[in-house]
């Protein structure tokens, strides 16, 4: 498969509006990725943390790809890497994945925040099933992730308040809806706002997380960030299924996490301890 090159354009869209579309990108894989997303499930229960998936909350697991074979591959795949190394650079690294099976809606939120001079994060998903704007595909509020700037400032002020604070349901905040069908690749910065409403308690979905290297200085904010992935459940960043498959291309997008991750196994004992279940997202 030949290599996969963004264009100017698209990344100076991205940081300008914070998302990027590609429709039908991986049409021909999407198949056997549905197939080995329900496998992985099946074999670890069919929802969240060993019990069936019922419809009422989100089930998810992480790390998710690694759990595969095959979807660990996609990490390998022309396509996805050019996406990641267009917006992220040639050495960038591979984050933890989360699959999951939503239920309901998903309020306005960004995942996490990251500063104008952190390395930037971003998600690429893959929803599995048709998605439109009343049944729970993905908004974005274009812009809504630039540090710094006053109408992100104000949105991460105001909107968990939107009904209040400008008298309109969440649903109703003006937003780009971006409907999909499988195949589809959505990929947005981890700063910029988004949410879902109308979706079934069934939806299918699968994240990839990556971020840009992080210098040599800035390893401690690596290690910090990392601390999240206790909440899991879990002794490394990645699965051995990852690790042990990784040719050296894939390899160099995992070394500084692996590197880094040696403090998260007695993070997550103490997680353990602490919590009645694996967090759900």
Avoid at 6 to 11: G, H, K
Avoid at 94 to 105: E, F, I, R
Wanted: negative net charge; proline residues 6%; hydrophobic residues 35%.
């Amino acid at each position: 498969m030949p290599d996969f090159t963004l264009t100017e354009q698209q990344q100076t869209f991205f940081k300008t509006f914070g998302f990027l579309a590609f429709p039908g990108l991986l049409r021909d894989r999407i198949d056997e990725i549905i197939r080995e997303f329900e496998a992985v499930f099946a074999q670890r229960g069919g929802g969240h943390a060993g019990k069936p998936h019922e419809g009422k909350q989100r089930s998810c697991i992480v790390p998710f790809l690694d759990q595969s074979v095959l979807l660990s591959s996609l990490l390998d795949d022309p396509r996805i890497h050019g996406i990641a190394a267009g917006l992220l650079g040639d050495d960038f690294n591979y984050m933890p994945s989360d699959g999951n099976y939503y239920s309901g809606d998903t309020g306005w939120h960004s995942d996490g925040w990251h500063r104008e001079t952190d390395p930037v994060h971003l998600k690429i998903a893959f929803y599995l099933d048709p998605l439109t704007r009343s049944t729970g595909c993905l908004r974005v509020i274009p812009g809504s992730h630039r540090d710094g700037d006053a109408f992100a400032a104000a949105l991460t002020r105001e909107l968990g308040g939107a009904e209040q604070t400008w008298g309109v349901p969440g649903r109703d905040v003006p937003a780009v809806a971006l409907e999909t069908v499988p195949g589809d690749i959505l990929v947005f910065n981890h700063n910029t706002k988004h949410a879902a409403f109308g979706g079934s308690g069934w939806r299918r979905m699968f994240t990839m997380n990556c971020c840009q290297r992080y210098p040599e200085a800035r390893l401690p904010e690596l290690r910090e960030y990392l601390k999240g992935i206790s909440r899991f459940w879990v002794e490394r960043a990645y699965g051995e299924i990852m690790m042990n498959t990784a040719g050296p291309g894939r390899r160099r997008h995992l070394e500084q996490v692996m590197a880094n991750d040696g403090h998260i196994a007695a993070l997550s004992r103490q997680a353990r301890a602490a919590m009645t279940e694996p967090s759900r997202g």
